[in-house]
């Protein structure tokens, strides 16, 4: 499968280096002001700018996109082709000789969760970028 534009652009994002890689959620907000990012929050960034909305979530403040801190917004849904709102890896793509490959590299079963397994954001775009038909429905 060949990848889009927007899914290029969204690698792209994530293999620069100009965002701070954090987990649990789309964006968290430090008491500081900055923000840390996973890798779908990246893409919320890119795809839904002005879009997410200040919200507490115990102790700390994250982003939240549709009302969801940590999900997919629909924006990035649409613009991306994720198999699901988490990044859902369908192993069920995989041709007959990736699957040892993929099985032998993934515990995780999104990109929401190599993230927080702390893949770094160059690692999730090197597997993207390997198996796009696992990690995208169709190219955008």
């Known amino acids: ?37 996973c890798c779908l929050g990246v893409g919320a960034q890119l795809f839904c700018p002005g879009q997410g909305e200040e919200a507490a979530q115990g102790v700390k403040r994250v982003l939240s996109y549709d009302d969801d801190a940590v999900a997919a917004p629909a ?22 000789e990736e699957r040892q490959a993929v099985d032998d590299v993934l515990v995780a079963t999104s990109l929401s969760e190599l993230n927080d397994q702390l893949w770094s954001f160059e690692d999730i775009a090197a597997f993207a970028r390997r198996y796009p038909h696992l990690v995208f429905s169709e190219p955008r």
């Open 75 to 96: 924006g990035l849904m649409a613009a991306l082709a994720f198999h699901d709102k988490f990044g859902r890896i369908d192993r069920d793509f995989a041709k007959a």
């Open 1 to 37: 499968m060949q990848l889009g534009p927007n899914q290029i652009r969204w690698l792209e994002a994530l293999e620069r280096g100009g965002y701070r890689q954090g987990s649990g959620n789309l964006c968290i907000i430090e008491d500081d002001g900055s923000r840390c990012y």
